[in-house]
């Protein structure tokens, strides 16, 4: 089993700042990409930002130059700096990793956490 648990959500005013964490727990070996998706609602879950292991990134037209990706391989995390926020950042955001290798030999494609709330608000 893997466990991705989201941190750092919440309320901020246009302009400002976030950074979101997401720590990748269980018998982990390694984790191809990680990364972030979001959801506002009655709109489809989005690609924001991925970064695979050797740390080539991909970014969403809509946060390129303001939103920064991260992560830190030995301990299998991946955080999200998040700068100059719009109103239409605001959405659930979801950390996702894939082809994590576990130690006992098995592949796991496609975990999401449960999601952290981004509210982008005066």
């Known amino acids: 089993q893997v466990q991705l648990v989201e941190s750092g959500g919440g309320l901020v005013q246009p302009g400002g700042s976030l950074r979101l964490s997401c720590a990748a727990s269980?018998?982990?070996?390694?984790?191809?990409?990680m990364g972030w998706y979001r959801q506002a609602p009655g709109k489809q879950r989005e690609l924001v930002a991925t970064i695979r292991t050797a740390g080539m990134t991909t970014y969403a037209d809509s946060v390129k130059g303001r939103f920064i990706i991260s992560r830190d391989n030995a301990k299998n995390t991946v955080a999200l700096q998040m700068n100059s926020l719009r109103p239409e950042d605001t959405a659930v955001y979801y950390c996702?990793?894939?082809?994590?290798?576990?130690?006992?030999?098995?592949?796991?494609?496609?975990?999401w956490g449960q999601g952290t709330q981004v509210t982008v608000s005066s």
């Open positions: 996702y990793a894939d082809r994590v290798r576990l130690n006992n030999g098995v592949i796991r494609f496609d975990d």
């Open positions: 269980g018998s982990i070996v390694s984790i191809h990409v």
